[in-house]
């Protein structure tokens, strides 16, 4: 069958495909290969600007020329570097003949031999990928969790002064408020977005083995370490790592993995919180006309958002487990696993993407139930019992948090009047049981 949404193996390319349409710029074969081709001139206009003896008369006019080669590239480019790689059998070499051919064009055939001049190709991989994956976390990744962020930002606000029945082990535990409940993952997910923002998006650019073997050979006079970090951090944006085999040992791209993993696991918490909310009824969910809910039991609104976002976010993680675990390692001074695995970060990244927009989704949708809060905060009053025995403890009456517990720890209903009731059997001052009347489950909230 042709490829298409209905025929495409992955979700990704298939169901979700209008869901990540916007990463096929960043992580699809063509963007690599544009990505590649974008690195290539850059690193050629580099040495122009050294300049190399043999580059001195290239005409700097023709800078814009060869730099619309990458900024137009479009799908027939890459459909001719791909003509040539299966005769080179070889994808980034491939690039390299595909530039000779524009160079031929633009009759600047006498400098083309210093397309791709002292590199290997994981010079440009690792610089091009990393490339790719800063634009794509930068310009589609950040403003969408920004956007979470700001959504429960507003929630927590708007439901800050509802008070909730917490349960810690699944019982019923001192009330705390909703909207408490939600700002615990605004900072939970705004810590982990600040950290994955200070790690540095490297690259390796250092020749065969990493040590500019091929440059120093045929241009010992010049400072190539200095050039190429002047390449690498200033030109291309990235961060150069100083010592390295063939490849990065990409260290940081496992750091970034696995921060997108932790963060992903935050919102696997999430998911299942609200989840377990809708499943109390704490929640009703708004009602589209014409959707099913169950193919069954008509009356069935199911909370598929929060279970789709928790389910990708599992398939997110997998992914980034073995990228973080698998890229930092290498034999030697380089094996090819490194290559197949890096043709799949955006795998993970748009399955995490999904989770966030279907999250979103759900979170739009959610009708808060007050009455059902209210109802398990008034049939949970035994909650009530820490605030009074703390307040005994302070007035140092005796074994208070045994008298409390003998009250509660029973199987009989505990209710305002219970709870009332024991209070005016305590020898204290008709102060104290005042005080401790005012305690409900709905005020008992902290700060």
Known sequence: MDLNELTAISPIDGRYRDKVKELDIYFSEFALI???????????????????????????????????????????????????????????????????????????????????????????????????????????????????????????????????????????????????????YVERLSKQLELLKDIPCSAKFGGATGNFNAHNVAYPDIEWVNFANTFVNDVLRLERLQTTTQISHYDDFGAIFDNLKRINTILIDLDRDFWMYISMGYFKQTIKKGEVGSSAMPHKVNPIDFENS????????????????????SRMQRDLTDSTVLRNIGVPIAHSMISIKSLLKGLDKLIINQSVINNDLENNWSVVAEAIQTILRREAYPNPYEALKELTRTNSVINKQTISNFIDSLEVSEKIKNELKMITPQNYTGI
């Open 310 to 329: 928790e389910g990708n976010l599992g398939i997110a993680n997998a992914y980034f487990q073995h990228l973080s675990q698998k890229l930092p390692i």
């Open 34 to 184: 544009k990505y590649r081709t974008l690195v290539e001139i850059e690193y050629f206009i580099a040495l122009c600007d050294l300049p190399l003896p043999q580059l001195k008369k290239f005409d700097k006019e023709n800078y814009t020329a060869i730099r619309e080669v990458y900024r137009n590239f479009n799908l027939e480019d890459a459909k001719r570097v791909k003509e040539i790689e299966k005769v080179t059998n070889h994808d980034v070499k491939a690039v390299e003949y595909f530039l000779k051919e524009k160079f031929d064009v633009l009759a600047l055939s006498d400098f083309k031999e210093f397309i791709h001049f002292g590199l290997t190709s994981q010079d440009i991989n690792n610089t091009a990928i990393p490339y790719s994956l800063r634009d794509a976390i930068n310009l589609e990744y950040y403003p969408l969790l920004d956007g979470l962020i700001e959504k429960l930002t507003q929630l927590s606000d708007v439901w800050i002064d509802i008070p909730m029945l917490a349960r810690t082990h699944g019982q019923p535990a001192s009330p705390t408020r909703l909207g408490k409940e939600i700002k615990v």
